[in-house]
């Protein structure tokens, strides 16, 4: 009991999480608003201070953010069955969602107005990937440091192929070296802004600081839950290398679990290194395949890193080799998002009780910011990648030494294509539009030039 209110029971607070899941529209930016006018504002169940802390947390961590701070803070309620309730409940409707529109999409993706609608979603995606280079830019560039980090990193990943994990490690190992030396602009984390206009005190909240002192039997059952979730992860991806080393469905485990540990810097950073290996190396899916699937992931409910399902999915359905296909799809799909998911509990189990710990490392927060920064990089390269392969109908790879990068063949041009890019970046940019009025415009734009022949 806290500022006489009735503490909410778990079958309240499971009703709450599941509104919020239906509403988790618009990547991690808009999820976290989300959660920060239910659960702070409208529900007073924590105040700024306690919600900026759990941010900064997970922000520390690989894997999506916003899905990881529903379930710290379902922890913080709740214990072990609130983070559970509240982590699964928010990835659950991207699951049911992602998966029903793949077999959509396997059975009749090459159907005429299938393609159409895809094919407007194509221009306003690349509008809304540009927009988070702009937004997460305005956050982490901060100084001029910062925005060398972004530019180096750009040109490690877009000129000479830089393996995602290599950037995001020397970008950590900068800040945080320049952190220990001093060095200003290493100075200070990369912060988030103001998540909300209304400033709520924790003392007025239900979760008021006083909270946060765990008690031991609590730190006891999120460390037993952490290795718990560890060997749920670990166990299935071990089994799958002794029994079929050399089955597609290894392959996504392996593949997807080092995402799981190397996803820092949210949705569309991660996408980069996915179109690298995934298209380029493995060959499960074409580029505009991944546009397809980035297209799905923006028009559902729950976080974007769910088109790791519909990659999972095309890729086992056209390797494993079976005669019953979209089973061997739908298998690989749920593989790619139980590896995806299952690391992102056990690492707030295990390091939600160190969290005051953590957030006040200053070396760490360096590095935070440094990694934040060459995500900004790596997130530009993936817009440049999805202009290329959504304007120009062909692309070729230009070879010199140690540089490699693809470049547009100026003559292949699809103007109908650069014309819906276009009005989709005035939308965004100019008038302001919402994400579902842009994805939905583009989209019965795709379909009308389908029905009058132009798509």
Not at 90 to 106: D, H, K, R
Not at 162 to 176: E, K, N, R, S, T
Not at 397 to 413: D, M, T
Not at 436 to 445: F, R, S
Request: charged residues 10%.
């Amino acid at each position: 009991m806290n500022g006489g209110q009735e503490f909410p029971s778990l079958t309240e607070a499971a009703k709450v999480w599941a509104r919020i899941a239906a509403l988790s529209f618009g990547g991690p930016a808009g999820q976290i608003a989300v959660m920060h006018r239910i659960l702070v504002e409208e529900k007073r169940w924590l105040g700024d201070g306690r919600f900026l802390h759990a941010l900064n947390f997970c922000m520390l961590l690989p894997g999506p953010e916003a899905q990881q701070l529903a379930t710290y803070i379902g922890w913080l309620m709740h214990g072990v069955r609130g983070a559970l309730i509240a982590g699964l409940l928010f990835i659950l409707p991207g699951v049911v969602a992602i998966m029903a529109l793949s077999w959509v999409y396997a059975i009749w993706g090459d159907v005429g107005f299938v393609s159409a609608l895809f094919f407007g979603l194509k221009a306003a995606v690349l509008a809304i990937v540009l927009q988070a280079v702009v937004r997460v830019g305005k956050r982490a560039l901060k100084n001029r440091v910062m925005q060398a980090i972004a530019a180096v990193s750009f040109v490690a990943i877009f000129a000479f192929g830089a393996p995602f994990p290599l950037i995001i490690a020397v970008a950590a190992l900068i800040g945080w070296t320049g952190a220990k030396a001093g060095l200003a602009g290493f100075q200070g984390g990369a912060g988030h802004g103001s998540v909300g206009k209304t400033q709520v005190e924790d003392a007025a909240t239900l979760l008021g600081e006083e909270h946060g002192d765990l008690t031991g039997a609590k730190r006891a059952g999120a460390f037993r839950a952490g290795a718990v979730a560890l060997a749920l992860w670990l166990l299935p991806v071990g089994a799958l290398l002794l029994i079929a080393p050399d089955s597609v469905f290894t392959d996504i485990a392996t593949f997807f679990s080092k995402l799981a540990v190397l996803t820092f810097g949210g949705a569309y950073a991660v996408l980069a290194w996915v179109a690298q290996e995934a298209v380029g190396t493995y060959g499960w899916l074409e580029p505009g395949e991944m546009l397809d699937g980035l297209g799905m992931a923006e028009t559902t409910p729950g976080p974007l890193i769910m088109v790791l399902q519909f990659v999972g999915f095309m890729g086992a359905m056209r390797e494993a080799g079976w005669a019953a296909p979209l089973v061997a799809g739908t298998l690989g799909g749920l593989l790619a998002t139980w590896v995806t998911f299952a690391p992102c509990f056990a690492w707030i189990f295990l390091g939600a009780p160190f969290m005051e710990r953590l957030r006040s490392n200053k070396a760490l927060s360096a590095a935070l910011s440094a990694v934040t920064a060459a995500v900004v990089g790596v997130i530009l390269n993936l817009a440049i990648w999805f202009a290329i392969h959504v304007v120009w109908r062909e692309v070729m790879r230009v070879e010199a030494g140690p540089l490699s990068l693809e470049l547009p063949v100026l003559g292949s041009i699809d103007w109908v294509a650069a014309a819906l890019s276009v009005l989709a970046l005035i939308a965004v940019f100019r008038l302001k539009l919402g994400m579902a009025t842009v994805l939905g415009g583009a989209a019965a734009l795709g379909l009308g030039l389908h029905l009058v022949g132009l798509a």
